[in-house]
């Protein structure tokens, strides 16, 4: 054969194979072999939250990018546009009102402005809706109304509120904390550390017991409401939280354990590309997945809401609003 054939043909087999790890990537991946979830296809009791104290909660979202489904959600077949939102979330507990996450402060846009070019036109890249001072002023509030913000990780995106709320403690799992010194605090020119400007951290530990099938947890208020668990891999700390209330349906915010609901209920990480620049630790993420997948077949009354997750929170936030005006009407 002829040189230039051998390097046509080499060139060919190139194209072919890497057109071949194209489509793979798109495919869905096998989480575990034979997969034993399906065996705990047994839905468990209900937990009984009428003794719980009323909690209000509110998803206020600051910020969004739409991405095709097959790019959040690997495996599916489809190009149908995604909203994947930048929020915060506002619960007011009787003994404490605060954000779980921040979402997008007012000037955020001058602290992205000092990051590469890459980063702007990548994940730096979303539309602003509103600033979370903006929604806390809606809501007759400001930040001296907050006793803390609990943070779910330490991603640029869940503490992009933080320049909005001046003095507001900071709550971050301690494990979170030790790792993001190592290096997240300082990556994209130190966006995250600047970001967090001077508000006190206080580092909390989820020491306590096994908690729904999470290794371990941490009960906030001491009063079973408030329940923080583990969900690591995407970053090394990061924390959900359970809030069990007597005025509304449970809940569990999952962070950036699963971007939409699909991701846990199939499970499915995102797509590739995504997944490995975002994932601090694939194989522990993977099993973070899976934990949610047997939590939410165990547990169908729980609405599981991730951090970007537009569409749940929207959900949720018209049959609480719902149910806040019937509550009124009566
Ligand atoms: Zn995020």
């Known amino acids: 054969m002829k040189r230039r054939d051998l390097a046509t043909w080499g060139g060919i087999t190139l194209g072919a194979i890497g057109a071949g790890l194209a489509i793979k990537s798109f495919l869905p991946q ?10 705990q296809k047994v839905q468990a009791p209900t937990l009984d939250t009428s003794t719980m104290p009323q909690i209000d909660v509110a998803f206020l979202r600051c910020g969004s990018v739409t991405i095709p489904e097959c790019i959040a959600v690997r495996g599916a077949f489809s190009l149908a546009p995604r909203t994947i939102a930048y929020s915060g979330v506002l619960i007011r507990h009787p003994q404490a009102t605060f954000l779980y996450d921040t979402g997008l402060s007012y000037d955020i846009h001058t602290y992205i402005a000092d990051t590469s070019l890459l980063f ?27 006793q803390f913000a609990l943070l779910s990780h330490l991603h640029w995106d869940h503490v992009s509120g933080i320049p909005d709320l001046p003095g507001v403690p900071l ?17 994209n020119g130190g966006l995250v550390r600047r970001l967090m400007g001077n508000n006190p951290i206080e580092l909390f530990d989820c020491a306590g017991p096994t908690y729904e099938g999470f290794r371990s947890s941490l009960d906030l208020f001491g009063d079973g409401s408030i329940i923080l668990v583990p969900l690591p891999g995407h970053t090394p700390g990061q924390v959900g939280m359970f809030i069990n209330r007597s005025n509304g349906p449970r809940l569990f915010l999952l962070g950036d354990a699963a971007w939409i609901n699909e ?15 975002v994932t601090a630790d694939d194989a522990t993420a993977r099993q973070t997945l899976i934990d949610l997948h047997l939590f939410a077949l165990r547990h169908p009354e729980v609405s599981m809401i991730g951090m970007h997750d537009a569409n749940m929170q929207e959900h949720f936030m018209a049959i609480e609003q719902a149910g806040m005006s019937r509550a009124k009407a009566t």
Request: net charge positive; charged share 15%.
């Open 30 to 39: 096998r989480f575990m072999s034979p997969a034993p979830w399906h065996e």
């Open 120 to 146: 702007r036109k990548t994940l730096g890249s979303f539309l602003f809706v509103q600033s979370i001072n903006s929604h806390l002023a809606h809501a007759g509030m400001t930040s001296h109304d907050l």
């Open 263 to 277: 991701n846990y209920l199939r499970p499915a990480t995102m797509h590739p590309f995504i997944w490995s620049a």
């Open 171 to 187: 709550r971050i799992n301690r494990v979170e904390y030790e790792a993001a010194k190592l290096g997240l605090l300082d990556s």
